[in-house]
């Protein structure tokens, strides 16, 4: 059973990120805000969920948060700056966004730059911890999924379709057969 918060009585963001492992795409970061008396018998972490599950939650989440945002880092920039800081700055800018500003923040592992001032509480494996954490860590996935969908109706021959961007036994031969694609990460070694 997922916990409702970290600490009782105030407003608390979980932040969460999909994709730090991919050889293509952007690192989609997710903070949500749920209301202290939401309850869903679904949620779990994302990774846990089926595709199916994941998109019957997002739609309950976006609607019954009370604030919620989901930001992109491009994989120009993962190359740019490294994957963790890639993966931090997208949770940081989903919270610049929120239209609400927690009092604390929840962050799903063990690394993260402080934010604005706001007390953080890094949880390893957060995302089956705690309903905030892994709200976020579905609305990062399902969002980064349907981005990685999009792009592969334009390069269909590295399967994004189905491995969306992740390291599998076809991605990795489609990049032996084709080459790179645009969207490759080039820091990463495949």
């Known amino acids: 059973m997922l916990k ?27 903070a949500v805000i749920l209301p202290a008396n939401f309850k869903s018998k679904l949620l779990n972490d994302s990774k846990q969920l089926s595709e199916t599950d994941r998109k019957k939650l997002r739609p309950i989440i976006e609607k ?25 700055l997208g949770m940081h800018l989903a919270l610049d966004q929120l239209p609400i500003r927690p009092e604390h923040i929840l962050i799903d592992g063990n690394r993260f730059v402080p934010y604005n001032f706001i007390p953080h509480t890094c949880v390893v494996k957060g995302d089956a911890k705690y309903m905030s954490i892994a709200a976020a ?29 992740y390291p599998t036994p076809a991605h990795k031969k489609a990049l032996r057969e084709f080459g790179e694609s645009p969207y490759q990460r080039r820091t990463f070694k495949y």
């Open 4 to 30: 409702s918060y970290y600490t009782k009585g105030i407003v608390e963001a979980g932040c969460d990120e999909a994709g730090r492992g991919c050889l293509a795409g952007p690192v989609v970061a997710a």
């Open 64 to 88: 019954k948060a009370l604030a919620f945002a989901v930001s992109f880092v491009d994989h120009q920039k993962i190359d740019e700056i490294n994957i963790l800081k890639a993966s931090i």
């Open 137 to 165: 860590s579905i609305l990062a996935k399902t969002h980064r999924d349907e981005f990685m969908q999009n792009l592969h109706q334009e390069f269909p021959q590295y399967g994004w379709n189905t491995n969306m961007g």
